[in-house]
């Protein structure tokens, strides 16, 4: 459902989304947020192993 | 109007209608947008369900699961027939081709509803209250079809599998089915999670299909004998008017103004919508530097929790930031939710090539009249 994940950082250096794209081809930012159905399904793929998130650059 | 009162249905009126409970006398629904009117995501666009594994939403609050890519499309008023008396809109499944359901193959249309809106049926304990399901359902098969009821702790499942018949194709049949409230132990989420979920078999495999009419430790969606509507190419199903209300007895569907409908839907889903091109797609914000804008803005309704953006269109530059000081409108080269952003305000981390000038007000916007719009999402 998701490629091209990364991490995006704030100002202060540390992660404050995730960045993606969708299946649908449309571009999502996620928030860092546990309860954010995103995120959760994001995380879920990287447990899974089935997706790797990229560090910020 | 006359009406009379009786011990089981409570106050008949004399077209026919029920009220059961003193529950009926307030907000009934707990299904949000359950005529289907609200479609901020696809705006009556046909959308085939080609992602697998996931929640993926149709008409607000609506979504679809599927283990199968491609085997329906769904849209609002999907093959233009006309809607049930009171409704103008629907919400349609058309299967894509004849497929055989493998075992592990789940394929329903749902809703979750938020445990908030459901906290006070106390399902999971003693004190559980009967909930009546009431809607439209509309067919090129006939026969039996299947539908449940389910809730989650997180972890593992409850439901409740119920079936319904729809005995002439092609024809409006009003459904209503009365379920006991879960008395089993079990947690259901009563805060800003799943609640209980409102499903209807599309084309479920035998690992979730179970005997219907009790509850069940498990998350099953359909019986052996309901139709799975994918197993015919070009077969269809089409439902509106959707409550699920407290108590045994269906009373009328719930309509509410299109503003409160729509302010209940934005709590999940929010799509600024402009009335032209060049339309803004948030407040205001500041330059940065010249390569990069915070830009904020006020969700319309307090969101269900920090919700995501999508854009339509994964090309950025079909957005840009509108500086007002000299009008200029700079293509946008990334887009971030910050981590500032919450449930009532957000702030977004923009970046162009060049054409911002540090402190002064900005927008972000379309760029070069495109069309794209984007959405936020904090469904459940």
């Known amino acids: 459902m998701y490629t091209n994940a990364y991490y995006v950082n704030g100002l202060d250096g540390k992660p404050m989304c995730i960045n993606a794209e969708l299946a649908s081809g449309q571009f999502i930012s996620i928030p860092l947020d546990p309860e954010n159905s995103d995120y959760k399904n994001i995380m879920k793929l990287v447990q899974e192993g089935q997706l790797t998130i990229a560090p910020a650059s | 109007m006359s009406f009379a009162v009786n011990g089981t249905t409570g106050i ?35 959308v085939t369900a080609s992602t697998t594994g996931s929640d993926v939403y149709t008409v607000d609050r609506w979504s679809y699961y599927v283990t199968q890519a491609s085997k329906f499309t769904v849209q609002q008023n999907a093959g233009s027939v006309t809607p049930p008396a009171g409704f103008t809109k629907y919400l349609g499944f058309t299967s894509s081709s004849a497929y ?11 809703q979750w509803i938020e445990g908030y809106n459901v906290a006070d049926l106390n399902f999971g304990t003693a004190n559980a209250k009967t909930i009546t399901v009431s809607f439209w359902a509309y067919s090129s098969l006939t ?22 018949s729809l005995a002439s194709a092609n024809t409006w049949t009003y459904i209503t089915v009365t379920i006991p409230g879960d008395t089993t132990t079990f947690s259901y989420n009563t805060t800003n999670g799943q609640g209980l979920a409102l499903s209807f078999n599309l084309g479920c495999g035998s690992n979730y ?11 099953y969606y359909s019986t052996s004998s309901a139709q799975n509507i994918t197993a015919t190419s070009g077969a269809t199903f089409y439902i509106t008017g959707v409550q699920l209300e407290v108590g045994s007895v269906a009373t009328p569907y719930q309509f509410n103004t299109y503003s409160d409908q729509l302010s ?26 010249v390569t990069n804008a915070l830009i904020g803005g006020t969700f319309p309704v307090q969101m269900r929790t920090v919700p995501s953006l999508t854009t339509d269109s994964s090309t950025l530059s079909n957005y840009a930031v509108y500086a007002t000081s000299g009008g200029t409108f700079s293509a946008v080269t990334s887009l971030s939710v910050n981590s500032v952003s919450g449930t009532f305000n957000y702030l ?21 009249q495109s069309t794209y719009g984007l959405y936020w999402s904090a469904e459940i």
């Open chain 2, 12 to 46: 008949t009126f004399n077209d026919n209608t029920n009220m059961g409970t003193a529950a009926s006398l307030g907000p009934r629904n707990r299904i949000i947008n359950g005529n289907m009117l609200i479609d901020q995501r696809n705006a009556g666009a046909s």
């Open chain 2, 100 to 110: 055989t359901s493998v075992s592990t193959d789940l394929l329903v249309g749902f």
């Open chain 2, 143 to 164: 026969g039996t079809f299947a539908g449940s009821v389910v809730g989650t702790n997180g972890s593992t499942f409850r439901s409740y599998v119920f079936t319904f």
């Open chain 2, 209 to 219: 299909q179970t005997t219907a009419g009790s509850w069940n430790s498990s998350n």
């Open chain 2, 264 to 289: 209940q839907c934005q709590r999940y889903c929010y799509r600024p919508v402009g009335p032209s091109a060049y339309n803004w797609l948030s407040g205001s914000g500041g330059w940065g530097s």
């Open chain 2, 348 to 368: 977004l981390s923009v970046g162009t090539g060049s054409g911002g000038t540090t402190g002064t007000v900005c927008y972000l916007s379309q760029n070069s």
